[in-house]
């Protein structure tokens, strides 16, 4: 009995690192496209009779900023995409205290229960022109809930393309590194526009220390490279600036020249 139960556990842990490896790629997707994903989820519980209510058993999730989510869809409102191990990918827009549930708000996309990310990519900005009517409110079925769970882990092994990883369940740290080198290509693209204009911005100098020391995290959090020295170079040009004004300008540009080094 406890040898059954061990292999149902390691059978959990497999299809939550599968799941988790699959949103990581989704989510590469997405950050390719410029979209602020926040956070990734899996949950590879296949045999968890709670999920019999929703007529599912494992899922993942892809999330947004709130800011994000404010701008595209709407003020008080959960949104994002759910990944459903039985119907496949669904966006799903909940307005707060309004009482509907993921289920009742999901427009499913369709296209088989593991598309490639770059057509998840494409469903959600389908999504973003018209919410209310891209993809369908018709839920697909394409496999009974709680079968074939190894099938399933077969299925999604295919996106798991990190091999330098000794721990195959490290998903997280992969979306972690995903993330940062996206903000470090968007920052680095910023940089390198022509003909930026000088735009004066009105700054407390409480709310400049509060930019300076976001940055100071950055570079202290971040991995060791490019975004840590970004952070780095760029707290220091605003730092110097601030003291010396527009004079400063053209003196004070170690981003701008770091930026340049990356091209």
């Known amino acids: ?18 799941i988790g490896h699959y949103m990581v790629a989704v989510a590469g997707s997405l950050l390719d496209e410029g979209l602020p994903v926040s956070s990734i989820s899996s949950y590879g519980a296949y045999d968890d009779p709670s999920q019999d209510a ?5 899922e993942g999730s892809v999330e947004f900023t709130r800011t994000f989510r404010r701008k595209v869809f709407g003020e008080g409102r ?4 759910l990944w459903c191990g039985v119907s496949g990918w669904c966006f799903f827009s909940i307005p707060e205290g309004g009482g509907r549930t993921l289920m009742d708000s999901a427009r499913w996309m369709g296209g088989g229960l593991t598309p490639e990310p770059g057509r998840v990519a494409a469903f959600l900005s389908e999504v973003q022109l018209d919410p209310e009517f891209s993809g369908s409110d018709e839920r697909p ?3 009974a809930p709680h079968a074939s769970p190894r ?5 999604l092994a295919v996106f798991d393309t990190d091999g330098e990883r000794v721990d195959s369940s490290d998903y997280d740290s992969r979306f972690d590194r995903l993330r940062i080198d996206s903000c470090q290509k968007r920052v680095v693209s ?9 735009v ?36 220091s040009d605003l730092s110097l600036r601030a003291r010396d004004g527009r004079e400063g300008l053209d003196t004070h540009r170690e981003a701008l020249t770091y930026a340049e080094e990356q091209r």
């Open 200 to 235: 004066e911005v009105a700054l407390r100098s409480g709310e400049l220390q509060a930019l300076l020391g976001f940055l100071e995290y950055v570079e202290g959090a971040a991995p060791s490279g490019g975004a840590r020295e970004m952070a780095r170079r760029l707290c």
């Open 190 to 198: 910023a940089l390198l526009v022509e003909k930026q204009e000088v």
């Open 78 to 81: 959960d949104a994002g995409l």
């Open 1 to 18: 009995m406890v040898y059954k139960e061990d292999r149902a556990q390691h059978m959990r842990d497999d299809l939550e690192a599968a």
């Open 151 to 155: 099938s399933l882990l077969q299925r």
């Open 141 to 143: 079925f394409y496999r």
């Open 54 to 58: 929703f007529g599912a058993d494992v």
